[in-house]
């Protein structure tokens, strides 16, 4: 993505919001154009190292482009520390069972799935496919990065245009 039109984006928001903030959430992976998040750290047991935190290389970058004061936080304790609700509950344990059923019927190389709103299991994707990517037309608006919420009328609740 462009980090240019992002920075004026984020201070286009900022400068608009009574309350002088915008926000950004990225994940890792999202990298700017040009950018290249370098590896650090010890090499794991099979000789991985873990990428730089994309979250605060984009605020320290975002930081100096807009000279706007930028705070990088790692969400992914918080979003995990939170109690379940009842639908969370209730699919995590219904998706267990399924993957038992699964495996008393013999069936193995499956995952368990919700398509068309039902319970459902499909094949495990093959690794030589590459990574699912997004139909970001109809996703997602790239002028504004942030996510379609328009025209939804008719949609399931969950994702749909994963490819």
Known sequence: YDLDLLA???AQDHDNNPSRYSLV????????RGARMEAVGAADAFG???KANVGEALAAE?????GIETLASELTYDLRSGEPDS???MVAITFANVAMDLVEAGETGRM??????KYAHAPLPDPALGPRTVDVA???NPERFRPRYDGKLGDP???????
């Open 8 to 10: 004026g984006v984020l």
């Open 25 to 32: 959430i990225t994940a890792e992976g999202a990298i700017w």
């Open 48 to 50: 991985h190292r873990h």
């Open 62 to 66: 975002l930081r100096q482009r807009t």
């Open 87 to 89: 639908i969370d509950s």
């Open 112 to 117: 368990v799935a919700i398509q068309d709103g």
């Open 138 to 140: 109809t996703m997602y």
């Open 157 to 163: 609740m969950l994702l749909v245009g994963l490819h």
